[in-house]
C-alpha cells in the first residue's frame, strides 16, 4: 500500500531556532494535513492544505507556523522560532478527497522535541 | 466546538478476554471513523462508520455507530496481545477538518 512519508523521524531544537519538518504524501492525493500529538494528549489538528493554498487551521497554527509546497513531491511544516511547547509528535497526512469524511493516510511522524 | 470524549482512558486485560470501548459526543456527526496507533507510528483507519445504527465487522472487532450519530463503540472478541495499541475515533468538522476523541490505550497481556 502507498504511503506517506516523513523525515527526520526525531529532530531535537534550541528553543528559538526555526525547523522544518518534511513530508511527501501520496503522490495521487490532493489534499494534505498536519497534525500534532503532545505526549499523553489527543491528536490535534493544525492545518489543512489544497490546491496550493491554506484551506483551514487551528487556533493552534499562528503565525510562526507556515506550509509549504514547494515542488510537486514535499509538503513542509515550518515552525519559525521554537518554543518549549512545540515539542509534539507532528504527523503529515494525505486524502484524496477532502479529509472530513474520507480516509486519511497518516506518515509515521516527527518527534519533535524543543530544549 | 464538537468534542469527542472516550471511555475508558486505559485497559489492561489479558488475552482472551472481550471489551468495549466508547466514544461519544454531544454533536451529531455525518460518520465516524476508528483508527489504532502504535507506539512510533501514525494512526492507522480501521472502519468508517456512516449511517445512524450500522454496525461493521472486521475479523474479532464490531464497530457500532449510534443511532442519533452522537456515539460509537469498538467491541474486541478474545483480545490478543497483538490487538494493543491507542484507539482513536475521530469525525469530520468542516469539510477538510477531522477531529480526533481522546483516546483509549489498550493493553492486552498474554
Known amino acids: 500500500e502507498p504511503e506517506v512519508t516523513q523525515t527526520p523521524s526525531h529532530q531535537v531544537t534550541q528553543m528559538g531556532q526555526e525547523v522544518i519538518l518534511r513530508c511527501v504524501p501520496i503522490?495521487?492525493?490532493?489534499?494534505f494535513y498536519w497534525y500534532r500529538q503532545i505526549l499523553g494528549q489527543k491528536v490535534e489538528f493544525l492545518v489543512s492544505?489544497?490546491?496550493?493554498?491554506?484551506?483551514?487551521k487551528s487556533e493552534i497554527f499562528d503565525d510562526q507556523f507556515s506550509v509549504e509546497r514547494p515542488d510537486g513531491s514535499n509538503f513542509t511544516l515550518k515552525i519559525r522560532s521554537t518554543k518549549l511547547e512545540d515539542s509534539a509528535m507532528y504527523f503529515c497526512?494525505?486524502?484524496?478527497?477532502?479529509?472530513?469524511?474520507?480516509?486519511?493516510?497518516f506518515g509515521s511522524g516527527t518527534q519533535l522535541s524543543v530544549l | 466546538t464538537q468534542l469527542l470524549e472516550q471511555s475508558p482512558q486505559f485497559l489492561s486485560i489479558q488475552e482472551g478476554e472481550n471489551l468495549t470501548v466508547y466514544c461519544n459526543s454531544s454533536?451529531?456527526?455525518?460518520?465516524l471513523q476508528w483508527y489504532r496507533q502504535e507506539p512510533g507510528e501514525g494512526p492507522v483507519l480501521l472502519v468508517t462508520?456512516?449511517?445512524?445504527?450500522e454496525v461493521k465487522k472486521l475479523k474479532r472487532l464490531t464497530f457500532q455507530f449510534g443511532d442519533a450519530r452522537k456515539d460509537s463503540s469498538l467491541h474486541i472478541t478474545a483480545a490478543q496481545p497483538g490487538d494493543t495499541g491507542l484507539y482513536l475515533c475521530?469525525?469530520?468538522?468542516?469539510?477538510?477538518?477531522?477531529?480526533f476523541g481522546t483516546g483509549t490505550r489498550l493493553q492486552v497481556f498474554p
Open positions: 503522490s495521487n492525493h490532493l489534499y
Open positions: 497526512a494525505s486524502s484524496r478527497e477532502p479529509g472530513g469524511n474520507e480516509k486519511l493516510f
Open positions: 475521530a469525525g469530520p468538522y468542516n469539510t477538510d477538518k477531522l477531529i
Open positions: 492544505f489544497y490546491n496550493n493554498e491554506i484551506s483551514e
Open positions: 454533536s451529531v456527526f455525518s460518520s
Open positions: 462508520v456512516v449511517t445512524g445504527g
